[in-house]
Each structure stands twice: as structure tokens, then as C-alpha cells.
């Protein structure tokens, strides 16, 4: 006989995810004295101290805690997905998803698979989060998402990662650089050339580890975290940059044209992958995203 209940859990993950009790328990819409109650039971059950109590400034998980939480919220989805299974007539296919994207994919990956998933199952609500790359895969360790669209560089080995597609790299010169009229370009003919550079992991590592790999070191003149601002200096002359996104589109936002040339180096491709943490076992939910963004991603 288990000594908890998934109402327990619930009390703990909230309590963990709003840093207090009392923004769980109006999240939960119960009393705060009812949280209260049913964390200090589930303390007693377990023999551990689950949770810091500070006045005045909410709650923290112990190390106890964080040994939990990644299961205690696996046990939960299940759960939901159970009674959803026990609902759902046919091929219906209902729930929230949290999904993270590494915000320079974002923009030109999430629209047309939201559209798809919206499409096949409308029953299904995306809650989304972008960022740099480490702090999605951060969230994913926190139990903050459930699955993220990530590049496949420098993954930690407990990450399960599904590729999804191949992309391989460019370099974006402005229409005006003495370079921009060849079919290709070789990275040697750009180290000396004056590089705007992608400042956001991995892309920073990813496109300077490029030229490492020929034994070149390019000159950096400026780095931004904005792909647009990268690509507004490259049109506007400061230099070129190496890039894998591409915008419908060639011309920045004040309307500068760009040419995007083909790198003619046997360079490593970029791939596009569906993480989530290799120890959670995927919900119905889950696995049919995955589906979709496969169907949507490499088509």
C-alpha cells in the first residue's frame, strides 16, 4: 500500500513550481491551510523534510525534494493521461504540452508545426518557452517543460533526443561584398574578413568550432544574441556571418539585401532534435507530437 497520494504530489510540485504555499494553493483552488496540512503528512509518511519553510519569503525544495520531483511529476502526467484515456472517445487527443524551442529555431520551426497540431488535434493546448539553449534544457531537468526543439550540440548524455531534420550552414554576406557574386564560398576566404557573430549557445561555439575544425581563427568585430541585429550588421556592411536559420526572405529589416552563399568546406550539418529527458517516460501525448513533428519538421 502506497503511504501517498497523487493529491500529495500535486501539493509538492505546485508548491515547488510557485516557490510558496500559498501561490499553490490559488493555483490549486483549495485553502492554503489544506496544502499546508497534506505537505506536512506527506512529510511525516516519507521520513524526509520536502520542503524549506522561509517567513515571508515562500518555499524551496530540499536535496530530498529534488530527488523526487522529476518522478513525482512523471507519475502525475501518467496519471492524467490515464483518466484522459479513460474519456476520450475514438481518436481524440486532448492536454497541455509544455514545449521549450531554442529561440533562434523558434521562429521559423514552431508556427507551421502549431498550425499542424492544431489541425489533426485541436483538443491539444502548447504551452510554449523559448530561450538560449541551456536554460531550455534547464527547464527540462526543473520538470518546467515536457519536450523541447533544440540543436543536437553538446546534449548531456541523460537527454533522449529524436532528430528531426539535417540543416546545414551558410554564409550571409551583404549583395554589395566582393565575395556575394560567387556560387560558394571556403571558410578561408572569409577568416580575415571581419565576422558578426551568432553571441547564444551553442551557436557560438558550433559556428567558431567551423573554422577550428580547418585550423582557421576568424576575427570576430561583433556578436549580438539577435539573429535579426547579426543580420541588420551584416546588410549593412560591418562584416559577414555564419548562420543556419534563414529567413523567406533576403533582406533585413531596414531592408538591406543579403546573399546567402552555400560553404563549399565539408563542414558538420546542424540537427534539428526533439528532447526530453531519457528517464521520463513519454505520455500519449508526447508521442504523438513527436509524430507530428516529424511529419511537419522534415517535410
Known sequence: MHRFT?????YLVTCVDCRSVAGAAERLNVSQPTVSVALTKLEEQLGVQLLLRHPSRGVTATAAAERVLQSARSLLAHASDLERQALETGATLAGDLRLGSFSTLAPSVLPGLIQELKTQHPGIRLHLREGPQDQIIEALYHGQLDMALLYDIDLPDDIRAVQLAERTPYAALSASHPLARQDSVALADLVNEPLILLEVAPSHDYFL????DLGLQPSVA????SIELVRGMVGCGLGYSLLVTRPDGDRTYDGQPLVALPIRDAI??????LASLDTLRPTRLMTRFEEVAAEVIKA
Open 6 to 10: 497523487l493529491r500529495q504530489l500535486e
Open 209 to 212: 568550432g567551423l573554422f577550428h
Open 222 to 225: 561583433h556578436s549580438s544574441p
Open 268 to 273: 558538420r550539418p546542424s540537427r534539428i532534435v
